[in-house]
């Protein structure tokens, strides 16, 4: 049936570090969840990829939790940096390389990147006002200080960005400020910081982004809205022990502000992978090659933390890094209405959901429900009728037909297809052209369609059973039973390589259930439209899912339950 060919590349998947002050939500996992699957598919067309992530365990986030729990920062983010590494393997992300903003290549690739930008002439020192509390004897940056947004006047704003309308805010501009440990008001106070210089690079991250048409038009807008009331200097350092200390001279004491060294953990990981392999020159093939690509999968409030600080800072460096190829960003994920909340124990936590169900079933969920181009809502219901409905009944339906079929009445060998009539090469060019689609929309990184995409692969399956009728047809017809099973095994190896991005464990027993050697994940994503041949022998059926018995409200006492065992 023939395939196009892709031209290879070198693909960095990065997805944004997590902060691991707790456990992620299902909100904070949609973005490594969104670059796997990516990671996974560029794999399968034959690029040479390197998936990045890691713990971001700097910064007033993980300060103020370890106060909250009185227990020490490395003590709080040693827990759950382990935790977090075990969780991702369960959920099947397949990383390459998993870093934390502790490890020793992290900290010395952060600390001579500043002295390099600090020797161009794009940082410099000055007195800065911030608000001071004088009960907990702390300045307050960042998380530590909370009040109203100067400029759209949500009330719960953060001293670093506002949640509500995502702009980068000065502490010290923040209306009626209180800490966030001791809920009192902080006075302002003087302290001597080291910035980066962004006036300087205003001209060139804006002719970047203006020139970057893979962009998304949310991205590009809020990017722009940003450079068009133009860049301010951005305090590089910090007033915390907790971090790695700045290396600009006179700046003992201080610290690297957690998002100024977090992008860079980009860079940081993917040296850690090469360093391990034996490699440790190859990075700069990923990294300052013009014709490497590094992808960006991350939530909207992150936007301009890449499409605007990171820019800056490769551009300030000299030294010719490549810029971000695209920058991929998804609306927030409510849970049944509200938003995700661990205090108010609003939403489900990724421990709590592998509970509950495999891991499959969460992934294909996320993705189909993924806030791609606004903020989309997560329900029981939902999630019932996704695995239920699509899983279960019909790509399951179809698949386990099938192959019963097969076994049942052709020995278990793929039948003879004969002479093909019409609908049978118009169901093989429908396969065609779903692939076409599929691979078109995920090396657009619409990861939402392309699953809609695979699901109405099974759907014309399932239709092709119901009119043909082979279980009648073997009775009366067994040259026309073959060929639609025939049609019907292509489809359904096409289904195992669609689904390996998505569901990579039900992929892998699929492939195993169609007689197929190793594993679908070292398969070419092409092999999609290679036939399998008549003869050929498959293995055992099984069926591919189960169906969600309870009820939504059966599943929120469920999680109840799961809580309440956890916590005693």
Request: glycine letters at 6%.
């Amino acid at each position: 049936m023939g395939a196009r060919q892709a031209r290879k590349h070198k693909y960095v998947v990065c997805s944004a570090w997590p902060y691991i002050n707790y456990v992620p939500h299902l909100g904070t996992i949609i973005p490594l969840l969104s670059a796997d699957v990516v990671a996974r598919f560029l794999r399968m067309r034959g690029h040479d990829v390197v998936f990045v992530s890691g713990s971001d365990e700097h910064g007033t986030p993980i300060e103020v939790e370890a106060v909250r729990q009185g227990v020490e920062p490395r003590e709080l983010t040693d827990r759950n940096h382990e935790l977090v590494v075990r969780l991702f393997k369960r959920w099947r992300l397949s990383l390459d390389s998993y870093l934390r903003t502790e490890h020793p290549i992290h900290k010395e690739f952060v600390r001579r990147f500043y002295e390099r930008i600090y020797a161009n002439g794009y940082v410099f020192e000055r007195d800065e006002e911030l608000p001071y509390c004088e009960n907990c004897g702390r300045f307050l940056p960042d998380r530590f200080v909370e009040g109203t947004c100067p400029y759209c006047g949500y009330e719960r704003a953060r001293g670093d960005q506002c949640e509500a309308c995502g702009r980068l805010l000065d502490p010290a501009k923040l209306v009626s400020p209180r800490c966030a440990i001791c809920g009192s008001r902080p006075v302002i106070k003087t302290t001597r910081h080291w910035f980066l210089d962004l006036t300087k690079l205003q001209e060139r991250v804006e002719a970047y982004v203006r020139s970057n048409e893979r962009f998304s038009e949310p991205v590009r807008a809020f990017s722009l809205r940003m450079l068009e009331e133009g860049l301010r200097p951005r305090s590089i350092t910090r007033d915390t022990k907790w971090g790695i200390p700045a290396p600009f001279p006179g700046a003992e004491g201080k610290t690297i502000y957690c998002w100024f060294e977090a992008v860079l953990g980009y860079i940081s990981a993917t040296i850690a992978y090469f360093k391990a392999r034996g490699q440790p020159e190859r990075w700069e093939e990923f990294w300052k090659d013009p014709d490497a690509r590094t992808v960006f999968f991350l939530g909207k409030d992150n936007i301009p933390f890449h499409t605007i600080l990171l820019p800056a800072l490769l551009l300030a460096t000299e030294e010719g890094y490549t810029l971000p190829w695209d920058v991929v960003s998804n609306e927030f994920l409510l849970w049944e209405g509200d938003k995700f909340s661990k205090s108010r124990r609003v939403g489900i936590w990724i421990d709590e959901a592998l509970e509950l169900f495999p891991a499959d079933y969460w992934r294909y969920a996320l993705v189909a429900l993924r806030p791609e181009t606004r903020d989309s809502n997560f329900t029981w219901k939902q999630f019932v009728e996704k695995v239920n409905s699509d899983l279960n009944d019909t790509i399951g339906n179809f698949v386990h037909r099938t192959l019963i079929f097969i076994k049942r009445y052709f020995n278990g060998r793929v039948p003879e297809p004969g002479q093909l009539e019409a609908e049978d090469e118009e169901l093989l060019r429908f396969l065609k052209r779903a692939f076409e689609e599929i691979t078109s929309e995920l090396e657009a990184f619409r990861l939402k369609s392309a699953l809609r995409i695979v699901v109405e692969v099974a759907r014309e399956g399932n239709r092709l059973l119901n009119e043909r009728e082979p279980w009648k047809l073997v009775k009366t017809d067994i040259e026309r039973a073959g060929r639609a099973l025939y049609i019907a095994a292509q489809l359904v190896k096409a289904l195992a390589i669609f689904s390996a991005p998505f569901m990579p464990d039900a992929a892998d027993r699929l492939w195993g259930m169609l007689g197929m050697e190793g594993s679908v994940h070292e398969a070419s994503w092409d092999e999609a439209l290679e036939p399998l041949e008549a003869g050929h022998v498959i293995g055992e059926p099984e069926p591919l899912f189960k169906k969600i018995r309870e009820s939504p409200e059966e599943l929120r006492e469920a999680l109840k339950r799961l809580r309440s065992k956890c916590s005693s």
